[in-house]
């Protein structure tokens, strides 16, 4: 992609020396670093959403329909021209290009985090939901092979674990944009060089992910 440690300290320092958003900062670094696109989001309000339907089903927590995909490889200055046209935009990502997630209850992710952490198993980024969910990058086509994985583990029913994979079609919301009124999306384990340019195999994380997420369960 054409970027280094360098590229990173010339996008962080730049965006605070002309004055750019904290969202243009992300949307800097994830399309020009990270390689991922980016579109811009709804927002949310006392339960209005910013895209004018009043019976919108999901507020604050989807693309705006009207609103183009910055793609991956734009420079700091190319994000922060598309985001100016629409002022105070989530940063979403679409699911299923550079990564899928995988998703499990927050405090189920957080022990099962510490867990691979400890293990030494290759990770990828980790973010929290301010709905309380933790989601794990991991290699795209996850989403399509999660059922027959855990069924290979031994785990019959995925929906039993409170754990579910998002792949094509999906968009998450990214930090540190704020998520359906409800607070900011944040990181547990923030993007880096090695894991978000390349980010794991689901089945290296999800023994332990649904070992923890039954347990979690089991206790509540």
């Excluded at 670093?33 to 009043?54: E, F, I, N, Q, Y």
Aim: aromatic residues 6%.
């Amino acid at each position: 992609m054409g970027f280094t440690i360098g590229g990173i300290r010339e996008i962080r320092s730049g965006t605070r020396r002309r004055g750019r958003t904290s969202e243009c900062t992300a949307v800097a670094e994830f399309t020009g670093l990270w390689g991922w696109d980016v579109v811009p989001g709804a927002r949310a309000a006392a339960g209005t959403c910013s895209c004018g339907h009043p019976d919108c089903p999901a507020p604050g927590a989807h693309p705006l329909d009207f609103a183009p995909q910055v793609p991956a490889g734009a420079t700091l200055d190319e994000a922060s021209q598309a985001w100016a046209e629409f002022p105070g935009a989530s940063v979403m990502l679409p699911v299923g290009r550079a990564f899928d997630v995988v998703e499990v209850a927050e405090p189920a992710g957080r022990r099962a985090l510490v867990r691979l952490e400890r293990m030494g198993l290759p990770l990828g980024p980790v973010a929290a939901t301010p709905d309380g969910r933790a989601h794990f990058f991991v290699a795209p086509g996850a989403a399509a092979e999660l059922p027959q994985l855990l069924y290979r583990m031994g785990w019959d029913d995925p929906s039993a674990l409170d754990l579910r994979g998002l792949g094509p079609g999906t968009y998450i919301t990214a930090p540190p944009s704020d998520r359906g009124g409800l607070g900011p999306v944040r990181w547990l384990r923030p993007p880096a060089l090695d894991s978000a340019t390349r980010p794991p195999a689901a089945r290296l994380l999800l023994g332990t992910l649904a070992y923890v997420a039954h347990r979690s369960r089991a206790r509540a």
